[in-house]
């Protein structure tokens, strides 16, 4: 029998594991059920991967978009995996289902809506399943940032093959949302296990915006390398682009408005430079591998911590020094309230109005920055990072009682 070493040097070509990816590697192969949570770029995607060549059978990979299918089964194919993927932009739909059906698949990505088809149910019962993945896990919690209903509905399935191991992935989620995950997958307390999240190269600086072009513009004075600019409309990517745009420094825009061609023009050129700037929307960023992005900016605060964090951590993944910065102003949180309070339904809306207060703390706080996200993950962080604004030059504190003396003697 080959070693998980073996098979991790000879197919993947990696000589060793990071962090918990052995860990949670074992569990899959001794057929525990896992949910990991990793955070990004932590090479969760490899966590089930190699089992599914290790053990015998199909791995069975749940993920929500049929974008980033594709990008995984091209980067499963790159280390000779046999993947398919399952979608409504199959070519040929039945020649995946008989290659299933014959074994001849190690990894079969599929979205949850069709995941939980009758249908598909069946064709699972003539198939031989080493592993279910149920990958981007946050969808299956409505404390999660990105609720999709039809996670939800994926145990009964699970249930129908209970010797089969599951093994949940998830780069954002904090403690409830965790538990959340565990009771809704039917997977033990004792399944999961959580990789450090600290990014200890990246330094965060928040600050008010005030003129968030001629902002970045500065920080791109001092930021030689790639960065990505985080704005909140695909007017506002193009705008930035336009203004900020210059010789030997392109800032190219990015959004989900592009003509294909254009977006995967921009998309390229960024992945190649190395002081390209892209204004993009947040829908650029998931499945780009690109380790040596200097700088991540916020021209407006994100959906939450958690997509702070994920957004963030697109910067210094090569572990050498990055910054994140963050220039926020009162109206992003009036506009996310507005959203809350009229496109959210109801029931949703004290989840979404607690996310929107825990990110209005971390970027009002005086205290260290690091510490207030590694909480939120459920880490114990020391009390002062030493690289983050607040800990490199602490906020001047008001002496509230001389304020108070000043103003009952005026
Ligand atoms: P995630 O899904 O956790 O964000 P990915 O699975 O996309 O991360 O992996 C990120 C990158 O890390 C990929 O390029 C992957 O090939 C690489 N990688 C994964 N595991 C290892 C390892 N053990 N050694 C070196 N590189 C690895
Ligand atoms: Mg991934």
Known sequence: MTSVHQL???RFGFSHFRGVQEQVVARALEGHHTLAVMPTGAGK??????????RHGTAIVISPLIALMQDQVRSAESFGINAAALTSASEDPRAIRDALRDGKLDLLYV?????????FSRLLQEADIALFAIDEAHCVSEWGHDFRPDY????????QHREVPRLALTATADKRTRADILVQLGIGADGLIVAGFDRPNIRYHVRPRDGAARQVGALMKDQPGPGIVYVP??????????QLDAP????????AGLEPKVRSRNQSAFVASEEMVMAATIAFGMGIDKPDVRFVAHAGVSKSIEAYYQET??????????????????DDFARARR??????EPERRPQERERLNMLAAFVEAATCRRAILLRHFGEEPPERCGNCDNCLEPPATIDVTTVAQKLLSA
């Open 248 to 255: 030997g420094r392109r800032v190219l825009p990015y959004h």
């Open 313 to 330: 951590g697109r910067a210094g993944r090569d572990g050498d020094p990055a910054e994140a910065w963050l220039f926020w102003g009162a």
């Open 152 to 159: 939800r509905l994926l145990l009964p399935l699970l249930d």
């Open 111 to 119: 979205a949850p809506e069709r995941a939980t088809t009758e249908g």
């Open 233 to 242: 409309s695909r007017n506002a990517a193009e705008k930035l682009a336009e």
């Open 8 to 10: 991790l040097h000879d």
């Open 339 to 344: 959203r809350i309070e009229t496109e959210v």
């Open 45 to 54: 995607s490899l966590c089930y991967q190699l089992p599914a060549l290790a």
